[in-house]
């Protein structure tokens, strides 16, 4: 029994022995990495925001609802500090986020193609109430520029570019009338609660870009708090997609919180 308990000390030492060393290993690569002008970070936060035409066309005549429902992000940073004064840097990483939202819109000669209840597929302009579902998911690779305005306060610029993982826009149209084919075409009423179904999903860009702009503010000596506007300057569509007659960007306010190490 003596020789167990010995044993078991002389592990348990070996193993914190171990632990000690790796962690000194560890803190001597930060402080390595930290003379050199590199800082590393992880952040999370929510995403709220909406994917919309600006500005609003004359199609969309009110906006009745909006719902920025629950989006999170996830992000791990490399910071570059520049020259000997390390006030100027270049900022990297990977992001994943979701961007998403809920709105409820009365429009006019809107295009839309509905589906109906035995699957057939209906195209033309649509006037009435609109419902739509959005729920995207990106990885997200920024490249910004970063100015420290004083030893607690950063500001940042630059463009990030995205590929959508998964994807959905998606809803249904109420209490209104189709025109099929053109706005003088023959007309569809829905009424009574009547709804028609209908998903572009599938007519979404893979590949979005756009600028970044944000502040960093370090609140205590590890963490960080921060605030970042993601403008999408490229329509949320395909090219070749005609049904919505105008471009639709997603713009959308990241906050949240950041561990320096």
């Not at 308990?5 to 290993?25: D, F, T």
């Not at 305005?149 to 463009?159: C, D, F, Q, W, Y």
Request: glycine share 10%; hydrophobic share 40%; proline share 3%.
């Amino acid at each position: 029994m003596i020789k167990k308990i010995i044993a078991s000390i002389i592990l348990l030492a070996g193993c914190m022995q171990m632990a000690l060393y790796a962690q000194k290993n560890q803190n001597q690569t930060l402080i390595n990495a930290a003379l050199h002008g590199w800082e590393y970070e992880i952040r999370a936060g929510v995403s709220i925001g909406g994917t919309s035409p600006l500005p609003l066309p004359v199609e969309i005549r009110s906006i009745d609802s909006y719902n920025p429902t629950l989006a999170f992000m996830l992000e791990g940073n490399a910071i570059k500090w520049l020259g000997t004064t390390k006030k100027w840097g270049v900022i990297t990483g990977v992001r994943l986020e979701t961007k998403n939202m809920i709105t409820k819109a009365t429009v006019k000669n809107y295009g839309m193609e509905i589906i109906g209840n035995d699957g057939n597929r209906l195209k033309g302009n649509w006037t009435g109430g609109v419902q739509t579902k959005v729920r995207n998911a990106y990885v997200t690779i920024p490249l910004l520029g970063a100015y420290k305005i004083n030893s607690r306060l950063r500001a940042k610029l630059g463009v990030y570019v995205s590929y959508l993982m998964d994807k959905e826009f998606s809803g249904y149209v109420y209490e209104g009338y189709l025109r099929e084919g053109n706005p003088t075409g023959e007309k569809v009423n829905f009424s009574d609660g009547a709804i028609a179904t209908y998903d572009f999903s599938d007519d979404l860009r893979k590949i979005a870009w756009g600028a970044q702009a944000g502040v960093d503010w370090r609140a205590f000596k590890h963490l960080n708090v921060f605030a970042d506007l993601t403008w999408g300057l490229n329509d949320v569509f395909k090219k070749d997609f005609k049904t919505i007659t105008f471009a639709m960007y997603p713009i959308y306010l990241n906050v949240g919180f950041g561990y320096a190490f």
